[in-house]
């Protein structure tokens, strides 16, 4: 499974690119607006950062404006995968930038009758949101596993990106499922190391070192 990294934030994308892990980055508005930076400068640093695909999102809703702006989003570097929306004048788009030879990723899905329009629209990727699944008291995961069901089933080339990742559990969960990818929040990624047995055992081994007195350097 691919680690995408789900943030704008430059230092985040730095600081878990020196562990080799990050096989792309996904950006929102939202996390755009939270950075506080202006998205067109964001998005070319990001690129620099990693040779995985970027996603940027377009921020109009009708077809028109939406192709002009993957348009110029996909401008920005070879390696920009452009974010619509799961609505038809967003599904337009995908189809056009796909068939273009630009790698689009259909966000906003809630149920699998919508990823399978992604698929067939032609997207790269397709954001299915557990986390804001379960937030309504739905099984997130469900959606996951139904979604790779139904492109398993015709071999769909979409991959399925699992996002909206809120802890570790989804991280396992979509990893058993065949997510292709899943884009998950930075404090979630450095929580995937930890283990209490972990700790407890290093500190055993750590103490039971100090007593053979030893030095292996
Ligand atoms: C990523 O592409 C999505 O926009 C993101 O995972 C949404 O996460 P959230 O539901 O925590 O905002």
């Known amino acids: 499974m691919k680690f995408f990294i789900d943030t704008a934030e430059i230092a985040e994308i730095r ?5 080799g892990m990050v096989d792309g980055v996904t950006t929102n508005p939202s996390l755009i607006a939270k950075s506080g930076r202006k998205f067109l400068d964001v998005i070319a640093e990001i690129a620099a950062l990693t040779e995985g695909h970027v996603s940027a999102e377009v ?14 989003l996909a401008a920005i570097a070879s390696n920009v995968a452009v974010k ?28 699998s009758a919508q990823a ?18 379960d937030d309504i008291g739905l099984e997130g995961m469900e959606l996951i596993a139904d979604i790779r069901e139904i492109y398993d089933n015709y071999r769909f080339k979409t991959q399925i990106l699992a996002a ?29 190391a ?5 700790d407890k055992g290093l500190a055993a ?11 292996i350097l």
Not at 15 to 19: C, E, G
Not at 94 to 109: E, I, Y
């Open 15 to 19: 600081d878990l690119a020196a562990t």
């Open 59 to 72: 921020a109009a809703t009708d077809f028109e404006t939406m192709l002009k702006e993957g348009k110029k």
């Open 84 to 111: 619509v929306p799961l609505t038809w004048d967003g599904l337009k788009t995908c189809r056009v930038l796909s068939d273009a030879g630009t790698p689009v990723n259909v966000t906003l899905c809630f149920s």
């Open 116 to 133: 399978l329009l992604a698929a067939k629209a032609g997207a790269t990727y397709i954001s299915p949101f557990i986390g804001r699944l």
């Open 164 to 192: 909206s990742i809120r802890n570790v559990n989804h991280v396992q969960q979509a990893a058993k499922i065949g997510a292709d990818v899943a884009t998950i929040p930075p404090n979630v990624v450095k929580l995937l």
């Open 194 to 198: 930890n283990h209490p047995l972990t």
């Open 205 to 215: 081994f750590v103490a039971d070192w100090a007593k053979t007195g030893q030095s």
